[in-house]
């Protein structure tokens, strides 16, 4: 199975690439290296989901808000390899923003890698850090990037 018809088996569709906020491009290719900027969660009208985790936002809400972003992501990375199977997840940084107490940042990123690897499978595996942030662009609630693979 594809990754494109394992999206649509578990019900999901990849978002519009968000038109990036300042001065930067979505991707850069170097050689088979795709870098992929960072992503917020944004709503299917385009509004930034905000909050603090920890405070008013819940690590089960922050896991979606994440997976929101894996599929913002992965987006990207078809725009950039043109399709799905030729991508290859290298490594993920997850930043969440977070009561300065909290220390479930992995639980909340591990919504952007549970969908990484459901929809590549071995491909989608990664490295990875998740860190916590005193504040984010706009007050959301993560943002993630992702360095992957692309492959012939």
């Known amino acids: 199975m594809t990754p494109e018809a394992k999206l649509v ?19 850069k290719i170097c050689g088979d290296v795709l870098y992929l900027s960072g992503q917020g969660p944004r709503r299917d009208d385009g509004s930034m989901l905000t909050g603090k985790v920890g ?18 992501l992965l987006a990207a990375a078809k725009a950039a390899a043109g399709e799905l199977s030729r991508i290859e997840v290298l490594k993920v940084l997850g930043m969440v923003n977070a009561v300065p107490e909290f220390t479930d940042q992995p639980k909340v990123i591990n919504g952007c890698s549970d969908l990484f690897v459901a929809v590549l499978g ?12 005193g504040s984010l662009p706009q ?5 993630i990037e992702a360095v992957m693979r692309i492959h012939d």
Request: hydrophobic share 40%; glycine share 10%; aromatic share 6%.
């Open 55 to 72: 405070r008013n936002v819940t690590v089960a809400e922050a896991y979606e808000h994440a997976k929101l972003v894996g599929l913002g």
């Open 139 to 143: 007050q959301i609630t993560v943002e």
């Open 9 to 27: 088996s578990l019900g999901l569709t990849l978002p519009e690439i968000p038109t990036p906020m300042a001065n930067y491009v979505p991707f």
């Open 122 to 133: 071995e491909r989608g595996r990664h490295a990875r850090s998740a860190v916590g942030m």
